[in-house]
């Protein structure tokens, strides 16, 4: 993990003190803001306890993982404030990219409405950008806080709530051409859960999105906790479905009473097609006897409501939102989508014009320069330059996760353009994709 570690702990850099100073709500002679080890921490595991109402098992297991950095402000020696920085790689645009997500942010109550929060999180998007993290996401407590420092809603889910005895009608017969054979998965009470299959499916099915996780890490977190929740006396299940013996589903979930008759509560799942849906709600029709409601979450586009009209109960839920934290590097990352002369010719080049107040870092314009689909943008900050195009951080952000186009962005007026060429030229680089996410943070 980057940073001077000693004895635990590794101090910010002194880069990062200035611009902290440049941003103070409270005295920095009162609270001192530093990187600290959260598993010798046993008040962070305290402070998220009381704050998320967990278990000190949970909380301990969480910060068992190495990827995670926690930021803390303390008043002398006591934490009174902190947050996660997690380290993960995001699929965006045909690329994987290094990335921070910012969880568990927590303050204990006599020391709320002080600013902590905040400082904390602007000073994360200092060190995300020092650790060289280009994007960052995360699950907000409060939308309007989070789009003041520039994140921006990217991802809806389709939540699914649906009677088992709607699914009866696609009780997968083992006989019919083509219809899905599926498998129990090792889930051993003691070692590693075997995630082979799984994730050779989930990146067959999440391929075509923008946002997933490219899960290298995530799945070893998640047999840990498949592992736990047996250990626990949970009752975990977790299959595979097969056609021809090619893998093209898998579910782990559980089997647990809600307020009335138990539900069945997929922790992670996934089909490649339609027909892999249609077989796997069938499977699940199975447990009839069991339970009395499947629970799970899925893309916008997955084809469960075409399958069976019953669905339409399902509710859109948000869930991730999304921030561009260094621009120019992100820029330089992209490649050009679009083909030239499909709505008009598109300019070569243009200067994106971008606000940011809290990363002077891409606070100006940027000349953005275009070549053939394919081919890589070249981008740089320049000190002067007639802006074509002007964005804050927040509506480019929304742009560059690919939930609305630059013309949507345009419509909702959080787009200016000078120069429709300019425009054009944008959405070549983000012509909008359907994005998904399957994990937490």
């Not at 995300?128 to 806080?145: C, T």
């Not at 977790?238 to 782990?252: K, Q």
């Not at 981008?379 to 951080?393: F, H, L, P, T």
């Not at 560059?400 to 007026?413: C, F, I, L, N």
Request: charged share 25%; net charge neutral.
């Amino acid at each position: 993990m980057p940073g001077n570690r000693t004895g635990g702990e590794a101090w910010i850099t002194g880069e990062s003190i200035r611009y902290l100073r440049s941003l103070e709500v409270v005295p920095l002679s009162q609270v001192s803001y530093r990187v600290f080890s959260p598993r010798d921490s046993e008040e962070m595991i305290d402070l998220q306890r009381k704050a998320y109402a967990m278990p000190r098992r949970a909380a301990v297991w969480f910060y068992e993982k190495d990827e995670v950095e926690s930021l803390g402000a303390f008043s002398g020696d006591r934490l009174v404030s902190a947050l996660d920085i997690i380290s993960f790689r995001l699929r965006l645009w045909d690329r994987v990219w290094p990335a921070g997500g910012i969880a568990a942010v927590a303050t204990h109550v006599e020391h709320r409405k002080q600013g902590h929060a905040a400082n904390l999180t602007r000073l994360a998007l200092q060190r995300m950008r020092e650790r060289g993290m280009l994007v960052s996401v995360l699950h907000p407590f409060k939308r309007a806080f989070y789009r003041r420092y520039g994140w921006e809603h990217c991802v809806d889910l389709l939540h699914f709530a649906i009677p088992l005895s709607d699914l009866y009608d696609l009780d997968p017969k083992s006989g019919d051409s083509g219809v899905s054979r599926f498998e129990r998965l090792r889930v051993p009470a003691e070692g590693p859960v075997d995630m082979s299959v799984p994730s050779r499916i989930y990146d067959a099915c999440t391929g075509r999105y923008n946002c997933p996780n490219a899960r290298d890490h995530e799945w070893k977190a998640l047999a840990r906790r498949l592992q736990q929740r047996i250990v626990e006396g949970d009752n975990v299940y977790a299959y595979a479905g097969f056609r021809e013996d090619e893998p093209v589903s898998y579910a782990f979930y559980t089997i647990g009473p809600s307020d009335g008759p138990s539900v069945i509560r997929v922790m992670d799942g996934n089909a490649a097609d339609a027909r892999a849906w249609r077989d796997l709600l069938g499977f699940f029709s199975l447990h009839g006897e069991d339970a009395g409601t499947l629970d799970f979450y899925a893309a916008v586009d997955v084809p469960v409501r075409r399958i069976m009209p019953e669905a339409i109960r399902a509710t859109l839920q948000p869930s991730l939102m999304f921030r561009v934290v260094d621009v120019e590097s992100f820029l330089n990352g992209l490649i050009v989508q679009d083909g030239l002369g499909r709505t008009g010719e598109a300019a070569r080049e243009f200067y994106l014009e971008l606000t940011d107040p809290l990363c002077p870092w891409n606070d100006g314009v940027f000349h953005a320069s275009l070549g053939e689909e394919g081919s890589a943008v070249r981008a740089e900050r320049c000190k002067a330059g007639a802006a074509s195009v002007s964005v804050d951080i927040a509506a480019f952000s929304q742009i560059a996760s690919g939930y609305v186009t630059p013309g949507q962005a345009r419509e909702m007026g959080r787009l200016t353009v000078r120069d429709a060429a300019a425009l054009r030229a944008l959405t070549r680089i983000f012509p909008g994709r359907v994005t998904f996410t399957a994990d937490f943070y």
